[in-house]
Structure formats: C-alpha cells, structure tokens
C-alpha cells in the first residue's frame, strides 16, 4: 500500500513527464513554422533554444527523483 507521500510524489513525477511532453509538441510546432518562414525561424530561435534547456533540466529531474 502507498503512502499519501509516495502518491504525492507520484503525481508530481507524472505531472513534471506530462509538461515535458507540451515542450517537446511546442519545439516540434516551432520547428514546423521554422521551415515555412525565414522570419518565424529568427523568432522561434531563441524559444526553441529555452525550450530544449528546460527540457534538458526536466530531464535530470525526472532520473533524480526516480532514483529517490
């Protein structure tokens, strides 16, 4: 039986996976309009840039707390 912590932790590990896959939808977005304009390519460079970081950090976050 889990303990109302490990159901917390539980729901915030899943929570911190779902919004990790919103960032990698909005890239593949970015990405998409990237190839149809040269001026959202110089726009979206930046947050596409951010974007992946973040997901990066998710990422480190995500095996930390798995291992705890």
């Known amino acids: 039986m ?3 912590t ?4 539980n729901k915030h590990l899943d929570l911190l996976h779902d919004y990790k896959i919103h960032l990698v939808k909005h890239i593949e977005i ?4 990237d ?3 040269e001026f959202a390519k110089e726009w979206n ?7 992946k970081e973040e997901i990066q950090i998710i990422d ?3 095996k930390n707390l798995i291992r705890f």
């Open 2 to 4: 889990t303990t109302p």
């Open 6 to 9: 490990e159901k917390n932790h």
């Open 30 to 33: 970015l990405e998409r309009m």
């Open 35 to 37: 190839k149809q304009s």
């Open 45 to 51: 460079k930046t947050t596409i840039k951010e974007r």
């Open 60 to 62: 480190k976050i995500l």
